[in-house]
């Protein structure tokens, strides 16, 4: 697997984000993107379970992902999220996403949150759509840091 970059402030990919998630993003030969997160206290929603909020936070980011490889620039244009289960804290989580459709401006993704046993907690898809050359490079200019770090 590939390790995709980080910027600075992202809230799920920040390195120095101080209340960030600070995530790692991997490509693996099949072009999916995978993460994996261990929620804690601070992140639930219910005790016990993981927010609502910071599911959807962590399967957009990941289906949105599966773009970076490809030097594509998308930003989220719809996001649907299906809760399966509740999702428990403390347990290692994996998200996945893949790319379902290729359009010329927007692209269609799906992925997945799982428990170690490879349950299915939560399933979400979402369509991407490619920004201007202009947002680009305003984009970068803002990130000032889009860079691989060691996990």
């Known amino acids: 697997m590939k390790k995709q970059p980080n910027s600075r402030m992202c809230f799920v990919c920040g390195i120095e984000n101080p209340i960030g998630l600070k995530l790692f993003f991997y490509t693996d030969d099949q072009g999916r993107c995978?993460?994996?997160?261990?929620?804690?206290?601070?992140?639930?929603?219910?005790?016990?379970?993981?927010?609502?909020?910071?599911?959807?936070?962590?399967?957009?980011?990941?289906?949105?992902?599966?773009?970076?490889?490809?030097?594509?620039?998308?930003?989220?244009?719809?996001?649907?999220?299906?809760?399966?289960?509740?999702?428990?804290?403390?347990?290692?989580?994996?998200?996945?996403?893949?790319?379902?459709?290729?359009?010329?401006?927007?692209?269609?993704?799906?992925?997945?949150?799982?428990?170690p046993d490879g349950t299915v907690l939560v399933e979400g898809s979402g369509i991407y759509v490619r920004i201007s050359e202009e947002m680009i490079e305003e984009a970068k200019s803002a990130l000032d840091f889009w860079e691989v770090v060691p996990d």
């Open 34 to 115: 995978i993460t994996h997160f261990r929620p804690k206290p601070e992140h639930q929603g219910y005790p016990g379970h993981l927010h609502g909020g910071v599911i959807s936070s962590l399967l957009d980011e990941t289906m949105g992902r599966v773009l970076t490889h490809q030097n594509v620039w998308a930003m989220t244009g719809r996001l649907e999220i299906k809760f399966t289960k509740p999702v428990p804290l403390d347990q290692e989580l994996t998200i996945v996403g893949e790319l379902t459709r290729n359009r010329s401006r927007a692209y269609e993704a799906k992925g997945e949150i799982r428990l």
